[in-house]
């Protein structure tokens, strides 16, 4: 039998709760029991966390208080804001009042991996996800568009099915052909 060394000091493990909030809250579950287990015990089995929130008033002081290093990016909500400073030494506690004027992609950190508190800029990916916040202001200014969206999806889920073949092909490697009908070759049969 090999003996290996006790958790994993040779190869640590980052364990990553994104939308913290939603399962770390102030009430007690089996997560929040499970996290405060693993931030308080994890570094010397060799597992860290990483606790990513939109809304830190709501994760469990425990989970936050056992934070060595914040990543603060722009936070307006006052209360989100205070929790976050709680946490802070009183030195510290100044910086995060810069965290609603930061821009997107910007972060304060602080803590064991800063020797020196930094202001620092997050390089965003090249291929940023479908979730930016919407232009309202200039979307007022468009000509106003039908707002029958389904319709649109029922000729999508239309067509999807005039497509298909109601017959099976005999030789399961060949693919069924699909053709898409057009409006006028309905009409036309129908």
């Not at 109601?166 to 070759?185: F, G, H, Y």
Request: glycine share 8%; with cysteine.
């Amino acid at each position: 039998m090999i003996r290996r060394p006790p958790g994993g000091l040779d190869r640590p493990l980052l364990v990553v709760m994104e939308e913290a909030h939603r399962y770390l809250h102030g009430e007690s579950s089996n997560a929040s029991e499970m996290v405060q287990q693993i931030v308080k015990e994890g570094r010397k089995y060799g597992i860290g966390a990483m606790i990513v929130s939109q809304r830190p008033s709501e994760v469990d002081e425990t989970v936050l208080s056992q934070c060595g290093t914040f990543f603060g990016l722009r936070l307006s909500n006052s209360t989100d804001r205070g929790k976050v400073k709680g946490t802070l030494p009183d030195s510290l506690a100044g910086l995060m009042d810069m965290l609603p004027v930061l821009r997107t992609g910007e972060a304060i950190i602080t803590g064991e991996a800063a020797t020196l508190p930094i202001r620092c800029r997050i390089l965003l990916p090249e291929k940023l996800p479908n979730s930016r916040d919407p232009k309202v202001a200039e979307q007022w200014g468009n000509k106003r568009r039908s707002q029958d969206f389904m319709e649109d999806i029922y000729e999508q889920i239309a067509a999807s099915w005039r497509a298909q073949s109601p017959t099976r092909p005999k030789n399961p490697e060949l693919s069924i052909e699909r053709n898409v009908a057009e409006d006028s070759e309905l009409k036309a049969n129908g």
